[in-house]
């Protein structure tokens, strides 16, 4: 099999996961019949009709779409409609295209996934003076553009974690890359400033050769990473964040014949890393649930209209309790997935 067939069967099997529904066994929460539509899914018959806007970064790669299965499930508990609608591609200016429709149709909150914190300051100011509330969730942007911010994790836990891995599977000696997402995701930038800071002050023996950007496109993730195999001929690590980026880097190990000879960790889904933990071309996949995200994020949206502000150690139903230190929700610990435990999980 040639590597531009191996390529497109890689990109044909994640447009599969994304496709298909979550499976039931998954312990948080699911829909347990097929969503009518994308947007406008919920329950209309509030006394006053609360309407919550989701943006992602970018509408349909599955870590998105899981968080939008737990958005739904909220909308249908909680009695609120949810309008799940993104960008096509993970940019702030077609983000701010999204807003602008969601401003119109006059929601009462908007949730956004950030793909920048500054620019999308000006639209969200706008929604704020017609009285829209806004918080943002996954990826921040300034403070001063929303009321607060639904995290997945403590960004230093996460980023230190996350070269705590790549040392032990490096032996915390070599030289390593970092593929990440979009250059301007808070979220992700910050995690990569505490995985420097742990490699400074722990692994003086590890060395960052390179920092690159794929943008969330799974295409672009597999040249970057054919390209710094070629540059680089002496890499050992690849850190991976953004979940597109770990199955890509995967593939083109594969194809490069480079399997297990370079380490990879990073951020991504259970589903789409699978098949390259078990062949132990990928070592530990790191994330959270992103259903309990997308339903913790309506949760407290719905909140937020009726006044309602989060606290330190509340308790959320079907998530559990919460962190909050005045303007930031901290959900809870990243799951580690191996080949020993990933088909334990199905997302």
Not at 233 to 248: F, Q, R, Y
Not at 320 to 337: A, H, K, L, R, W
Request: glycine share 6%; aromatic share 10%.
């Amino acid at each position: 099999m040639n590597k531009t067939f191996k390529f497109f069967a890689l990109a044909f099997f994640l447009f599969l996961l994304a496709s298909c529904s979550l499976s039931k066994e998954y312990e948080v929460i699911y829909v347990d019949k097929p969503t009518e539509q994308m947007n406008h899914e919920s329950n209309r018959n509030h006394e006053h009709e609360i309407v919550i806007g989701l943006v992602p970064k970018i509408a349909n790669i599955p870590y998105f779409l899981a968080a939008k299965e737990g958005a739904l499930e909220a909308a249908k508990d909680l009695n609120v409609t949810v309008i799940y609608k993104g960008p096509s591609a993970a940019t702030a200016e077609e983000q701010i295209a999204v807003i602008h429709e969601l401003i119109e149709q006059k929601v009462d909150v908007i949730a956004v996934s950030a793909n920048d914190p500054k620019k999308l300051g000006t639209v969200l100011q706008q929604a704020r003076e017609k009285g829209i509330k806004v918080i943002t969730w996954d990826a921040d942007t300034d403070a001063k553009y929303r009321d607060f911010f639904v995290n997945m994790v403590d960004a230093e836990q996460m980023g230190r974690h996350i070269m705590d891995l790549l040392a032990l599977e490096m032996g915390e000696r070599g030289k390593y890359v970092i593929l990440t997402g979009s250059p301007t995701a808070a979220n992700l930038n910050n995690w990569i400033r505490w995985l420097k800071v742990q490699q400074e002050e722990y692994y003086p023996e590890l060395e960052l050769l390179d920092v690159e950007y794929s943008n969330e496109d799974i295409h672009k993730a597999y040249n970057l990473t054919v390209n710094l195999l070629k540059k680089y001929d002496d890499l050992k690590g690849i850190i991976g964040i953004s979940t597109v980026n770990p199955p890509a880097i995967a593939q083109a190990l594969k194809d490069y014949g480079k399997s297990g000879d370079i380490k990879v960790v990073g951020t991504s889904t259970p589903n789409m890393t699978r098949p390259y933990l078990k062949e132990d071309v990928l070592q530990t996949i790191t994330l959270w649930s992103p259903q309990k995200l997308g339903y913790l994020t309506i949760a407290l949206a719905k909140n937020l209209v009726l006044e309602d502000l989060p606290y330190d150690g509340q308790f959320v139903e079907n998530i559990g309790n919460i962190s909050f230190d005045g303007d930031m929700v901290i959900m809870g610990q990243p799951i580690d997935f191996t080949k020993e435990n990933v088909d334990q999980y199905d997302f």
